[in-house]
């Protein structure tokens, strides 16, 4: 890496910071930094879930939107949905919302892609503040609110037959 993209990493993206030591090297400890409302990161990600993510060791929720848990229904469809949007991209976060250790973002891709977006367009998360509800599906919530009464009812079937 020349001095010129090492600068301009550092001070635009929070991948600067090699996750991983080098040869000799001894490796940094990744302590998340204190994020504010409008602060900025950008890197490469690591999906947890549908709606959430890590960039330079600071984990984020994308802002305006709840997927399933990746126990629920539809939950893996939603992380594997994520991780294709994610992969080899650079993603950009701007912090909306800080709070115990983790925070709300508005996350984009390269050409400007919101990734909230893109994950209530495909039908995989929901809207919760009004910011993506015209981008719903139709059928979205009923499939949800359907996928949740089954496993429901899977569960209390289970637990009476124990």
Sequence with gaps: MNILSSLFSGLFCASAVPAVATEGETPLPLQPPALKAGDVLCGQARVLSGD???????MLRLAGIEA??????????????????CAGEVVWAQ????????????????????LSAEMV?????????????????AAARRRFWQA?????DTGAAAAAAA
């Design 95 to 114: 912090v909306q919302a800080a709070e115990d250790g983790s925070a709300r973002a508005v996350c984009h891709l390269p050409g400007g892609r919101d």
């Design 148 to 152: 949740d009464l089954r496993q429901r």
């Design 121 to 137: 367009r495909a039908g995989l998360a929901l809207d919760v503040d009004g910011t993506f509800r015209r981008m719903e599906p």
């Design 52 to 58: 959430c993510l890590v960039i330079g060791g600071v």
């Design 68 to 85: 399933p848990r990746l126990d629920a229904p539809y939950g893996r469809e939603a992380r594997y949905a994520l991780v294709r949007l």
